[in-house]
């Protein structure tokens, strides 16, 4: 789809009760629809969570992980909560390589290997009970998806794309039920009709028993069977023993604002790295998406990625120099690199295959709560395997570890691996108040989307929903971290361009079409217009916010 535009002519929404913005309108009216009915920014993240997985579950599901960070108006603090599982108990390293698995072959994505337990249910269960309004039962919560998936709805045309492209995954000849996602064997085109009745039935046995419905029972054994069938160790005690966890999130301070994201296993502190050394540079005086602006943004995430692909990994197995590494300190030795014009060569310690496929979403309410969320399979539809009568696929984390022995994210029994999901928020360094709640999705694009998104409107005074328009660079391919080249997208200039080689950069592009998904899909709620406003100040007239979506994906913002 070379024609493919991803252009957009869209204000930013504004409004003053709460709003939503997702990469599907049905997911979006979902949210809102929990908020008007008495639910805060949390309730209204796990139903859009939900119908995600229903409208777009090439991407994303039941079967994935999530993060999230929750802002709390009342207290001022920003929440963590990591939904990411771990490695089942009985797979090791020595077990893989008696298998003939090893650092320089890998086992396939699509082996039972490559599922680690399934992370998003007990965190979409979890965000409710520990930061919902209380008003809405978990049940009521899913219901708009569980209406989707049974009524069924149209598919929307980009989805229909990524379908597509996922749909051969499902038709393995050990994946037999990969046809629940399909229709007659075939992916579903723009527009048509598509029901997921089984997903549907495992929505209402998660509403109406909670974690004890996904991770023990009729689910838990179909998980369990279905990654055995394709090679895997997973057993009904992992699943059973599986739990979600809450974290203290790190966080930088950028020219005022403090900007937040998950820790490890997490990969956001890469964008924060990139933040503290991009301090130091009188940005406003560049251009934006000039050669002069993105030559420094390049060399400032390369040196983010070149400690975050090596030391990210699950913290509860090893230490992780968090405080060194996020220090202004640190990012003045760092920046040297960029002075002396050799910042990444041969610095770089750690190379991950880690895909794209991600929906990231956002929501606040009218009591000033936000909710920052991600939601995953990883690899498009994940593993592509089906447990039976469940109607979602298993997610493809562990194909996220190192099976390099030396290596902090090496894979290991209960062990969590490192994770490309980030969701991101934007606090008042002063006065603590919420300034934005945003994230970007699409693997090592995701901390390069944080922090360009966020320089558009800090930097350069941009709404959230111009700062998402605009063209981005990414480096390497998503797939995998390769900072041997630097893709740009089309809206970069030629001039920019020839910039950036001059400068040293190997170039790619600009991609057109459809190509374009390699830089990410956005999000972003503000509250106040604090990219106009050097000292951060709300409206006078109360809060209000501005909500942007990303013109690459199918989805709006929506407010009342």
């Known amino acids: 789809m070379s024609d493919f535009q991803c252009n957009s002519r869209r204000s930013a929404v504004v409004c003053r009760n709460g709003c939503v913005a997702s990469s599907q309108p049905l997911a979006s009216q979902a949210g809102i629809d929990i908020l008007k009915a008495g639910g805060n920014a949390a309730d209204a993240a796990v139903a859009m969570a939900a119908a995600l997985n229903v409208t777009e579950p090439c991407s994303t599901g039941i079967g994935g992980d999530a993060f999230c960070?929750?802002?709390?108006?009342?207290?001022?603090?920003?929440?963590?909560?990591?939904?990411?599982?771990?490695?089942?108990?009985?797979?090791?390293?020595?077990?893989?390589?008696?298998?003939?698995?090893?650092?320089?072959?890998?086992?396939?994505?699509?082996?039972?290997?490559?599922?680690?337990?399934?992370?998003?249910?007990?965190?979409?269960?979890?965000?409710?009970?520990?930061?919902?309004?209380?008003?809405?039962?978990?049940?009521?919560?899913?219901?708009?998806?569980?209406?989707?998936a049974e009524d069924g709805y149209p598919v929307q045309q980009i989805t229909a794309l990524s379908w597509s492209k996922g749909a051969p995954t499902l038709l393995t000849p050990k994946n037999k039920h990969g046809g629940d996602l399909l229709i007659e064997g075939k992916?579903?085109?723009?527009?048509?009709?598509?029901?997921?009745?089984?997903?549907?039935?495992?929505?209402?046995?998660?509403?109406?028993?909670?974690?004890?419905?996904?991770?023990?029972?009729?689910?838990?054994?179909?998980?369990?069977?279905?990654?055995?069938?394709?090679?895997?160790?997973?057993?009904?005690?992992?699943?059973?023993?599986?739990?979600?966890?809450?974290?203290?999130?790190?966080?930088?301070?950028?020219?005022?604002?403090?900007v937040w994201e998950i820790p490890p296993n997490g990969h956001g502190m890469a964008a924060l790295i990139a933040l503290n050394v991009l301090e130091a540079y009188d940005l406003k005086k560049l251009e934006a998406n000039s050669a002069e602006y993105l030559h420094l943004v390049?060399?400032?995430?390369?040196?983010?990625?070149?400690?975050?692909?090596w030391y990210c990994a699950d913290p509860s197995k090893v230490d992780i120099p968090l405080s060194t590494l996020l220090s202004k300190e640190y990012a003045t030795k760092r920046r040297q690199l960029i002075q002396n014009n050799s910042a990444m060569k041969n610095v770089s310690k750690g190379n991950l295959n880690i895909g794209p496929d991600t929906v990231y979403f956002t929501t606040a309410d009218s009591q000033g709560n936000s909710c920052s969320f991600i939601n995953s399979n990883f690899m498009g539809f994940g593993s592509a395997i089906v447990p039976e009568g469940c109607g979602f696929t298993l997610q493809n984390r562990g194909s996220g570890f190192s099976l390099e022995p030396s290596h902090p994210n090496v894979i290991a029994p209960n062990k969590r691996p490192y994770h490309t999901i980030i969701p991101a928020m934007v606090t008042d360094s002063k006065t603590g108040d919420l300034v934005m709640s945003y994230g970007v999705m699409g693997g090592f694009m995701q901390p390069q989307g944080?922090?360009?998104?966020?320089?558009?409107?800090?930097?350069?005074?941009?709404?959230?929903?111009?700062?998402?328009?605009q063209?981005?660079?990414?480096?390497?391919?998503?797939?995998?971290?390769?900072?041997?080249?630097?893709?740009?997208?089309?809206?970069?200039?030629?001039?920019?361009?020839?910039?950036?080689?001059?400068?040293?950069?190997?170039?790619?592009?600009?991609?057109?079409?459809?190509?374009?998904?390699?830089?990410?899909?956005?999000?972003a709620i503000t509250s106040g217009n604090f990219w106009d406003n050097s000292d951060g100040a709300l409206p006078s007239n109360g809060r209000i916010y501005w909500c942007g979506s990303d013109p690459r994906a199918d989805g709006m913002a929506i407010g009342y």
């Open 450 to 469: 944080h922090v360009q998104v966020l320089l558009n409107m800090l930097e350069f005074g941009m709404n959230p929903q111009q700062a998402l328009d």
């Open 298 to 309: 390049i060399e400032a995430l390369k040196l983010g990625f070149a400690d975050t692909t």
């Open 69 to 148: 960070l929750f802002y709390d108006a009342k207290t001022k603090k920003v929440h963590a909560l990591n939904g990411s599982g771990r490695a089942p108990a009985g797979l090791t390293l020595d077990l893989l390589n008696k298998q003939g698995y090893n650092a320089t072959n890998p086992f396939p994505v699509q082996h039972g290997h490559a599922v680690t337990v399934p992370g998003a249910a007990a965190a979409w269960v979890d965000t409710v009970d520990r930061f919902g309004s209380g008003k809405l039962s978990l049940a009521q919560i899913l219901q708009p998806a569980v209406d989707l």
């Open 187 to 258: 992916a579903p085109v723009y527009g048509q009709v598509i029901r997921l009745p089984h997903l549907a039935q495992t929505f209402r046995e998660l509403g109406r028993l909670g974690k004890k419905g996904f991770y023990e029972g009729r689910i838990a054994k179909a998980i369990v069977d279905a990654v055995e069938t394709f090679g895997g160790v997973m057993t009904m005690d992992d699943l059973k023993s599986h739990v979600t966890t809450y974290e203290d999130p790190i966080s930088t301070d950028y020219r005022g604002y403090r």
């Open 471 to 523: 063209p981005r660079i990414c480096i390497g391919g998503g797939y995998g971290y390769d900072e041997s080249y630097v893709s740009v997208e089309d809206g970069i200039s030629d001039e920019t361009i020839k910039g950036l080689r001059d400068k040293g950069h190997s170039m790619r592009g600009p991609l057109v079409g459809s190509d374009r998904s390699l830089f990410g899909r956005g999000q």
